[in-house]
């Protein structure tokens, strides 16, 4: 008779995948768990969604990243440096 693996032993895994991805997100993105990084963030999608931009939008954003934003092509890689200038500028 074959035994059965306990629920416990079928959910670890997941649980270390969940446990690794939140540290690994916390990590690189510091500012992820503050509410003005949130803010920040969500702003600046919610702005740029339509296809036009306010100027109080591009003057919170530093011109370094406004560049590097404008010079690249695919939207995600958009979004990941949006949540780059949010997350891990200084407060």
Request: proline residues 3%; charged residues 20%.
């Amino acid at each position: 008779m074959a035994r059965r693996k306990s629920k416990v032993r079928i959910l670890q895994p997941f649980m270390f995948f969940l446990i690794g991805f939140f540290l690994g997100i916390g990590s690189i993105w510091p500012g992820l768990i503050s509410e003005n990084g949130r803010k920040c963030f969500f702003k600046i999608i919610q702005d740029g969604s339509d296809g036009n931009v306010s100027i109080g939008t591009i003057f919170s954003i530093s011109p370094n990243y406004l560049l590097r934003i404008s010079n690249e092509k695919n939207k995600y890689n958009k979004v990941l440096l949006i949540g780059d200038f949010c997350f891990r500028k200084t407060q």
